[in-house]
């Protein structure tokens, strides 16, 4: 029975996390796989023989009733797959909007209208919420300088420098992003002029200021001391390699303290950056935003640093090494996948084209294997030839 074993003095929490890792125990075989896999590897034989023909044979409107716990219409579910729903509804944390307040929009009003473009609604939330935090944290330390670790296409990195007014260093291990992240620095700075020139003919004036963030492309070495915070990028690039923001003798290159920060900060890169901030003498003080996935490297040589997971009462339950594919999981909103079941499936489909083809291209080249690809916008409305 859940919770009969624990000692007296767990708290809650660590008894809700004792019993989490009791159920996933039960299912680690579906738990250690992506979603693809059903499609690709035969999966689909290895779920209890009792829910192959209830799944195989529900639509897509009682699939949906399962996941929110309802059931469906007129759907009759083996217990066993009931009682799994239950248990895990029941050990799930709280989810929803707190307070009952109203869900954000699709697009984030109050990010500003420039600084949204090739950003998907979640993340220029998560986006608009750090940079406030860091504008705050770059108030309370004197420090306006922000090392933004892992910029990728330089989201975050722009809207620090353009709406908030920082001095931005954006380091990005894939010389490839960093010149992409160049690109939407130079098409914003463009629309900047041209806003700047309407204004003259009377048209509100655009809130944004012309300071793009600096790239340069480098990887943390998450075992070095301070003073060696870069490694080249990889692939690397055809210039010189790039000087450590960190690396002055007396803090950064010109003896002020940085703040550093990391959005969707996943694996190695979280806990370097702790180490680094623990280190460094240059860093004033640091705002990460870890990814949900920690894939964490497997190296023998990284066991001896801190990885996944930074909580020890975690670390101290046995059984608490979850695979990089169940930590997946925990990622995706099933009220995401209620609605694509319930609208129709016309979105669906697209997913279905992609399980096609991925296992056409490994039945044609075995050795390849989730390829990440992504299907088009408008691809749920294609035939299948197209």
Request: charged content about 20%; aromatic content about 6%; hydrophobic content about 40%.
């Amino acid at each position: 029975a859940p919770g009969a074993a624990e000692p007296p003095w767990q708290s809650p929490e660590q008894r809700r996390a004792a019993d989490i890792i009791r159920l996933l125990s039960l299912y680690r075989p579906l738990l250690d796989a992506f979603v693809i896999d059903f499609f690709t590897e035969d999966l689909w034989s290895q779920l209890p023989p009792a829910w192959q023909p209830a799944l195989a044979g529900a639509t897509p409107e009682q699939l949906a009733g399962l996941l929110g716990g309802r059931g469906g219409p007129r759907a009759a579910w083996p217990l066993s797959l009931l009682a799994f729903g239950a248990a895990a509804r029941a050990l799930a944390f709280p989810r929803g909007c707190p307070g009952l307040a109203p869900r954000p929009p699709c697009q984030s009003s109050r990010l500003p209208p420039l600084l949204r473009r090739h950003v998907k609604p979640k993340k220029q939330h998560e986006i608009q919420r750090l940079g406030k935090l860091l504008q705050r944290l770059s108030r309370a330390t004197g420090c306006e300088h922000v090392v933004d670790i892992g910029a990728g296409q330089g989201h975050l990195s722009r809207f620090l420098a353009f709406a908030l007014g920082l001095r931005v260093t954006a380091v990005e291990s894939d010389a490839r992003l960093s010149r992409l992240a160049e690109r939407f620095d130079q098409e914003l700075l463009q629309e900047l002029t041209k806003a700047r020139a309407l204004a003259h003919r009377g048209a509100p004036p655009c809130p944004l200021t012309p300071c793009a963030p600096q790239h340069i492309p480098g990887r943390l070495d998450p075992t070095a001391p301070w003073g060696q915070f870069l490694l080249p990028p990889d692939p690397p690039g055809a210039g010189p390699a790039a000087r450590n923001p960190l690396g002055g003798p007396g803090g950064s290159e010109d003896g002020d303290r940085v703040l550093v920060t990391g959005l969707h900060a996943c694996g190695d890169l979280g806990p370097a950056l702790l180490c680094h901030f623990a280190r460094s003498p240059a860093v004033a003080a640091v705002a990460l935003v870890g990814c949900c996935y920690m894939k964490l490297s497997s190296a023998p040589e990284q066991q001896q640093h801190p990885g996944y997971p930074l909580s020890a009462s975690v670390a101290a339950l046995p059984g608490h090494q979850l695979s990089y594919r169940a930590r997946e999981a925990a990622c995706h909103a099933l009220e995401e996948y209620q609605a694509r079941l319930r609208g129709g499936s016309a979105h669906l489909r697209a997913h279905c084209y992609r399980a096609v083809l991925e296992s056409l291209i490994r039945a044609a080249e075995p050795g390849k294997r989730h390829l990440g690809l992504q299907p088009g916008r408008k691809a749920h409305t294609l035939s299948f030839p197209q």
